[in-house]
Every structure is written in C-alpha cells, then in structure tokens.
C-alpha cells in the first residue's frame, strides 16, 4: 500500500480504540480507510474494511475472534489435536489485531488472518459469497 493517509487513518483509529474504545463513530475512519483501498484496487482490504464497519455499526463492538493459529503437525506430517476452549472476544484486542495486520498487508501471514476475519465477519453477517 503506498498511501500514506492509508496509515495515518489505521493508526488514528488504534489511538481511538486506546481513548474510547470501540463506538460506532469509528466507522466513518473505516468508510475513508474503504475509499483509499478502492482507489488502490486492494480488493480483499476493502472487503475487510466494509464488514467490519457494517459489523460495529450493527452490533457496537467488534465481537470477531482473532485468528486461530495454524495446525501443529507432528514429525510425520499428522496435525496434532488440540482440545479447543470457548474462546473469549476481546473485542478492543481483536479489531486491534486486524489493524495491525492491515498495516502490514503484503505479509502472508497477514493475508492469512484477514481472510479468517473476511470469513467470520461473512458468516456473522449471514452473508454467502
């Protein structure tokens, strides 16, 4: 991404989440941070972008897991199961995650976690494509 505003809007909603934590109002960032990503033709950040503010204009908060990590696998290759727990939402903590990632989002990894949030926010939104 090489527009700056791009940055300066993430950090300015981080700074806000700190302050206030998460309002509604935050979704007009979210609306300017869209049309930067559009004009850039970064179709995935918008998508992620639009969900989310459409998922805190709906509900308040942003109560979206972070990511899981990737399987463990064993020495030969088997995934190795792990006895998941109810996961607690952090809401602040996780829209704080997918701003990061999105300050990053040339890394794999990144790309990875926001495709997950894509999906979660999808499925909460009763969304099918």
Do not use: C
């Amino acid at each position: 991404m090489n527009n700056s505003k791009y940055y300066t809007i993430i950090k300015g909603i981080k700074e806000d989440i700190t302050k206030n934590g998460i309002t509604r109002g935050i979704s007009e960032d979210f609306k300017a941070l869209r049309k930067i990503v559009v004009d850039e033709n970064q179709p995935l950040l918008a998508k992620v972008i639009r969900l989310t503010y459409q998922h805190i204009e709906k509900n308040g908060t942003f109560n979206v897991a972070i990511p899981e990590d990737e399987p463990i696998e064993d020495a030969d290759g088997n995934i190795i199961e792990i006895e998941k727990e109810e996961v607690e939402i952090n809401p602040e903590e996780s829209l704080n995650y997918l701003l990061s990632n999105m300050l990053e989002p040339d890394n794999k990894m990144n790309i990875a976690d926001i495709r997950a949030f894509v999906a979660d926010l999808k499925e909460q939104a009763g969304e099918d494509w």
